[in-house]
């Protein structure tokens, strides 16, 4: 029992002594989440530091954020319990999150999360650029400008030509 309150003792004192750090299954003291061995701080022992865009050791499709222990969803996710307006939003409580369809991608304008998970659509007007890229590029309905061509010029164009021939019968 001595043995157990000396080790307790040991780890409340390491996370005191050792911010954003914990032990391992071994014992040995590591990074928390999120963090990792700062090199550059060689004179203080068991130093870390943040490091932003660092997938969540355990849950799925999260990622470090630009402030310290902050964590932010993978684009098209949201967190769980949560309206879907929290998609792509800092929420330090939530442990999960889900699919949020219609939600633009923060990175690539005119595209939004599809109906079927990590699937991603063009916005209407908009088609990929390539398969397999998230780059867009705007759609230039041909229908329409086809009706124009048809409904205005076409019609001048026969006018003219059936004048230009009466003059040459005359």
């Known amino acids: 029992m001595l043995k157990f309150l ?13 911010p954003n750090t914990e032990k391992n299954k071994s014992g040995d003291i590591v990074p928390a989440p999120g963090f990792v061995w700062d090199r550059d701080q060689g004179s203080k022992k068991y130093a870390v530091k943040w ?3 660092e997938r969540h050791p355990v ?17 098209g ?6 309206s879907l307006d929290s998609c792509q939003r800092v929420i330090d409580s939530a ?3 889900q699919w ?6 923060p990175k690539f304008p005119h595209v939004r999360a599809g109906v079927n998970v990590e699937k991603w659509v063009p916005d209407v007007d908009y088609q990929f ?23 205005k010029e076409v019609p001048k164009t026969i006018v003219k030509y059936v004048e230009k021939k009466n003059k040459i019968r005359r």
């Open 51 to 53: 490091v932003v865009d």
């Open 129 to 151: 650029v390539k398969k397999g890229s998230l780059e867009v590029e705007r759609v230039i309905i041909v229908e329409k400008i086809v009706e124009k061509v048809v409904e």
């Open 95 to 97: 442990l999960e999150v």
């Open 77 to 82: 996710y949201g967190w769980v319990g949560y």
């Open 59 to 75: 849950i799925s499709h999260v990622f470090t954020g630009e402030l310290e222990n902050s964590w932010v969803p993978e684009p």
């Open 100 to 105: 949020c369809p219609g939600v633009e991608h």
């Open 6 to 18: 000396l080790f307790i003792c040991l780890l409340l004192s390491c996370e005191k002594e050792y």
